[in-house]
Every structure is written in structure tokens, then in C-alpha cells.
């Protein structure tokens, strides 16, 4: 896509900045002849759980593997038992239901709100049966997905509370703080587009909870609490150092990015005035982190050949909802028909660092003019 005149994401442009502080932080990680753990990952570790709020933070080998991790640690603590039920949205990125499915637990799909784009906490209770002991709420797009309704929700039938923050690093839920810290345990992911983006894959789990932090960090490395002592039949899941040393670097200067990603989506937010184009809801400016810069359009295919004749870079996410997908063919049947929509819908904006905001506007003066 790099002959866009607005490219979509150019990870070479993103880390630009970066680069030297990167290679002087892989440097010093092959000098120090500590290649698996060690001094990076504790800093890390503690970098983002200050960042966070929580009390700790378990560094860990991607996104998926820190969803995988934590469910298996709540079966490990005998919290959640095989079979039990979790609610998970039905329009996410299919690794947050992969996590459920492989822990031998029951995804529960739940309706998005087609507005927020995000579970649609008022239509939680429709999906509620007593075999429900979770529910896996997905900051999707960067967006806090955490109101009072959900609060409510699982306090009164006493659910565990999983965030899925790989897309939503440092956005505030209204009341709540932040992501990472609004449930018992949020999994990050690191890859290379996500807003904290390694040079390589990565992840992380937060959580207050000492004993959930204990046994992923044990489940993580082969189910031992330390040497030669196997409390877990686990895994390999650890965090690289190097990209420990590389995500240091990225974490420090996040909270920038995110400015930067909140004035493109401003621009996007007062100057796209299409009736043919649906903008995402957002509550406060601080909602949003802004991963994806997502707006609906019901003529989709006419409205990307639309961008890509005017040089915008778009994207799909995502325009096959998981219980869609051949692997999940036990789920085909369900009717979901707000998640199917939104898959008809979606287009993704450029909302990077390779986005300035007079691109952003330029964009916006492109979209105006699209006539279905
Ligand atoms: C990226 C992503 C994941 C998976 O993270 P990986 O590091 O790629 O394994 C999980 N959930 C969501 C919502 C994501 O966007």
C-alpha cells in the first residue's frame, strides 16, 4: 500500500523514531548474556503495571497466549472449572474466543451495539444463563468497553471479569480507570501494528490478584514455581528480553501516541459529515485509544474503490466475525444479526503515526464527497 498518497499503517514509519534507542536496547540485552527473563522483563513488568494500575504485570510470549494463560489459570486455581460458560462479543478479532475454546470453556457470543461498535452491556442479561462464570469484555478499536451495567451485571452473578486489552492500551472507562484494570485480569498484546507494537510478537497479563499472578507466570514457564518443581502441566509462553528492551522504549512514549492518534480521530470526528457514513460512538475523549479509526457504510465495496481511487489506505476488521469462520462451524447457526452488519459494514481509516492531521482532513474532505 506504500503507493498511497495516505498509506493505511507502515510499521518501518512507525518505529522510525525509534530506531536507534531499539538497536541500542538490543545491544545491550546480547552484551548482558541474559537471553531468557531477567532485568528487562522485571523493568518492564513493573513499567506497565504502573502504567496500568494494577499490581502486577506477568510479561508473556503474545496476545493470545496471555488470554490462553489467564483462563487456564483460573481452571489451574479452580475458579473456573471445563465446560463452564463465558461471555465473549461476537464482533472481535477471533483470538479472544480461540482463548475460551482452548481452555475448554463455552463461548457465550453476546451482541455488539451498533453504535459503540463494543458488547452491548444492555443485552448481557438476554445471554445470562447459570453456567456463565465469565465474561471476556474486548476493548474493541481501542475502546473502553466497561460501564455500570456490565459492572452490575457481574457483580450480581458473581462473574469473573476478563479484559481482552490487546487493541486498547491506556483508555479510561468513565468512572473506572483504565483498561488493564477494570476486571480481575486484562491480557495485552504487543504485535507489531497494536498500538504498543513489539518488533516481533509479545504480551502481557495485568491483574491485582497475587495468586492469578503467580500461577501465569508459573503456567508460562512449563507450570513450575521454581526450579525443577512442576506444580502445572504448562507451557513455554515467556516474554523475550529483547522484546522486553524494545517495549520499555515503546511504553515510554505511549501516552504521546495516543495524543497523536486522539487529534486524527478529532478531525475525523468534526469534519466527516456524509449521511452515508456512520461514525463510532465514543463518550468521553478519553474513552478511545483510538487502535482503529472504525466507521460504517452500508455501499462498502463502493466506498473502498472510493478510497483507494483517492489514495486512502483502508482496512477490514473484521469482515468475518469468528462464529463464521470453517473452524467454528458448531456456531454457524447462531443468528447474531448486529455482529453480521457490522461485518457487512466496517472500513478502517488511517489513524498511525504515518497519519498527520492535515492528511486527516484531506481524508475527511475525500469521504464528504462519496455518494452512495
Ligand atoms: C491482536 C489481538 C489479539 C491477539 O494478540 P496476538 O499478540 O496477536 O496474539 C487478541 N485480541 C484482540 C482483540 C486483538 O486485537
Not at 35 to 53: D, Q
Not at 71 to 98: C, H, M, Q
Amino acid at each position: 500500500m506504500s503507493e498511497l498518497k495516505y498509506p493505511f499503517l507502515e510499521l518501518g514509519t512507525v518505529n522510525a523514531p525509534y530506531k536507534e534507542a531499539l538497536k541500542a536496547a538490543a545491544a545491550r540485552v546480547i552484551d548482558s548474556g541474559r537471553y531468557v527473563g531477567g532485568a528487562e522483563n522485571e523493568a518492564f513488568e513493573c513499567e506497565l503495571a504502573a502504567h496500568t494500575g494494577t499490581r502486577y504485570a506477568v510479561g508473556v510470549s503474545n496476545g493470545l497466549d496471555a488470554l490462553r494463560l489467564i483462563f487456564k489459570a483460573y481452571i489451574g486455581l479452580g475458579r473456573l472449572r471445563e465446560g463452564d460458560a463465558v461471555i465473549v462479543p461476537a464482533n472481535t478479532y477471533i483470538a479472544s474466543v480461540l482463548a475460551v475454546t482452548d481452555a475448554g470453556l463455552r463461548p457465550v457470543f453476546a451482541e455488539p451495539c451498533s453504535a459503540t461498535l463494543n458488547l452491548d452491556t444492555s443485552r448481557l442479561e438476554e445471554v445470562y444463563t447459570p453456567d456463565v462464570k465469565a465474561v471476556l469484555t474486548v476493548h474493541l478499536y481501542g475502546r473502553a468497553c466497561y460501564d455500570t451495567v456490565l459492572d452490575d451485571f457481574a457483580r450480581r452473578h458473581e462473574l469473573i471479569v476478563v479484559e481482552d486489552n490487546a487493541q486498547a492500551i491506556g483508555a479510561e472507562a468513565c468512572g473506572f480507570g483504565r483498561t488493564g484494570s477494570l476486571g480481575h485480569a486484562a491480557a495485552f498484546s504487543f504485535y507489531p501494528t497494536k498500538n504498543v507494537g513489539a518488533v516481533g510478537d509479545a504480551g502481557a497479563v495485568t491483574t491485582s490478584d497475587k495468586e492469578l499472578a503467580d500461577t501465569v507466570r508459573a503456567l508460562a514457564n512449563y507450570g513450575s514455581d521454581r526450579r525443577y518443581h512442576n506444580i502445572y502441566q504448562g507451557y513455554n509462553c515467556r516474554l523475550d528480553p529483547i522484546q522486553a528492551s524494545f517495549l520499555r522504549i515503546k511504553l515510554a512514549y505511549i501516552d504521546a501516541e495516543t495524543a497523536h492518534r486522539r487529534s486524527i480521530a478529532a478531525v475525523y470526528n468534526s469534519e466527516i459529515r456524509n449521511s452515508a457514513i456512520t461514525l463510532q460512538q465514543t463518550d468521553t475523549p478519553d474513552t478511545s485509544v483510538w487502535h482503529q479509526y472504525v466507521v460504517r457504510t452500508a455501499n462498502r465495496d463502493s466506498f473502498c474503490r472510493m478510497l483507494a481511487d483517492n489514495g486512502v489506505g483502508y482496512d477490514i476488521h473484521y469482515a468475518v466475525p469468528p462464529h463464521r469462520q470453517p473452524c467454528y462451524a458448531r456456531y454457524a447457526h447462531l443468528s447474531l444479526p448486529v455482529t453480521d452488519m457490522l461485518a457487512a459494514e466496517v472500513v478502517s481509516l488511517p489513524v498511525s503515526q504515518c497519519t498527520s492531521t492535515d492528511d486527516a482532513r484531506e481524508i475527511a474532505m475525500i469521504i464528504n464527497r462519496f455518494q452512495q
